[in-house]
């Protein structure tokens, strides 16, 4: 009986042919590694993040922290993260949206849920969840003014 070499299964990682690829955040051509949950190019870059710095300026911290992509694949769910339903009902639908369709998505969710705006319960200001400060209390939002004007104890 012949033996059969049994081939292919390991991937190299070819280091010679990075020839057009280019990070699919910012596009740049250097330094790039494949991220672990969805396989596109992006920078390697998360060894220069400064601890502390809170700057976003990490394409691969970036999409493994701020997508409904890298989390999905943090978390250990199946599927696509477009039709996840752990990842759905993880967020607001306002975060939802946010993590999905953000500058930090190599692909965009299509038809994003809409959602009301959230408003301050103080002053009826709209607050974006995903860029401004606020507080929760119960099913109320506060706004960072707001917030700071009950810690002061002027809202009851
Ligand atoms: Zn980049
Ligand atoms: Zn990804
Ligand atoms: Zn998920
Ligand atoms: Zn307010």
């Known amino acids: 009986m ?3 070499k049994k081939t292919g299964g390991r991937q190299h990682k070819g280091r010679g042919d990075s020839a057009g690829r280019r990070c699919g955040l910012c596009g740049k051509t250097r330094k790039l590694v494949q991220t ?3 396989g596109q190019w992006i920078c390697d870059d998360e060894g220069e993040y400064v601890l502390f710095s809170y700057v976003h300026n990490s394409c691969s911290r970036n999409h493994r922290r701020y997508t409904l ?3 999905h694949d943090a978390e250990g769910h199946s599927g696509a993260w477009q039709d996840c339903s752990i990842c759905r009902s993880a967020f607001e639908k306002e975060l939802y949206v946010y993590y999905g369709t953000n500058e930090y998505n190599f692909t965009k969710l299509e ?13 009826g200001a709209v607050i974006s969840l995903a860029e401004d ?7 109320h939002y506060w706004c ?3 917030s700071s004007e009950k ?6």
């Open 151 to 156: 810690l002061r104890g002027l809202r009851k």
């Open 133 to 139: 400060g606020y507080s929760i209390q119960g099913s």
């Open 36 to 38: 672990e949950c969805c």
């Open 144 to 146: 960072e003014r707001c």
């Open 2 to 4: 012949a033996k059969r």
């Open 69 to 71: 992509c890298g989390y």
């Open 111 to 123: 038809n994003p849920p809409s959602y009301e705006p959230t408003k301050c319960s103080g002053c």
